[in-house]
Nanobody, 128 residues
Framework: QVQLVESGGGSVQPGGSLRLSCATS??????MAWFRQAPGKVREGVAA?????????RTYLSDSVKGRASIFISKNTVDLELNSLKPEDTAMYYC??????????????????????WGQGTQVTVSP
C-alpha cells in the first residue's frame, strides 16, 4: 500500500516560513490534503489539492492560512508552504490522501471524512 511520509517541520520564529513535504511511495492520489492538530484542539484541514478535474488541479485553503500558504504537487510529493507563521500555527501537521475514486462533492475538500490514508505527521512550532 502507498505510504505517506511527511517532512520539513521544525521550530521557527513568528514571521518565518516553512515548507512541509509529503512523499508518497507511489504516484500521488488525485485528492490529497494537509491537516493540523494542536494539543487540545480538533484536527483542522488547512489545504487540499484535487487533480480530478479536466480543467486542471484545484487547490483549497482554510481561512486560517489563506494568503499565507500554498500547496504544490509533483508526481510523488505534495508540499505545503507556510509563510508569515504565527504562534497559533503551532501544531502537528499531517498529510492525507483519499484512496477511493468516489467523490462526494457535498463534502468540503478540507473535511477529514474524505481521507482514509494518513501520514505520521511532522511538528511545526512557532515561537519567539
Amino acid at each position: 500500500q502507498v505510504q505517506l511520509v511527511e517532512s520539513g517541520g521544525g521550530s521557527v520564529q513568528p514571521g518565518g516560513s516553512l515548507r512541509l513535504s509529503c512523499a508518497t511511495s507511489g504516484d500521488i492520489y488525485r485528492r490529497m490534503a494537509w491537516f493540523r492538530q494542536a494539543p487540545g484542539k480538533v484536527r483542522e484541514g488547512v489545504a487540499a489539492v484535487y487533480t480530478i478535474f479536466i480543467s486542471g488541479p484545484r487547490t483549497y485553503l482554510s481561512d486560517s492560512v489563506k494568503g499565507r500558504a500554498s500547496i504544490f504537487i509533483s508526481k510523488n510529493t505534495v508540499d505545503l508552504e507556510l509563510n508569515s507563521l504565527k504562534p497559533e500555527d503551532t501544531a502537528m501537521y499531517y498529510c492525507a490522501a483519499a484512496t477511493s475514486p468516489s467523490v462526494d462533492h457535498g463534502v468540503s475538500p478540507l473535511d477529514s471524512k474524505n481521507y482514509d490514508l494518513w501520514g505520521q505527521g511532522t511538528q511545526v512550532t512557532v515561537s519567539p
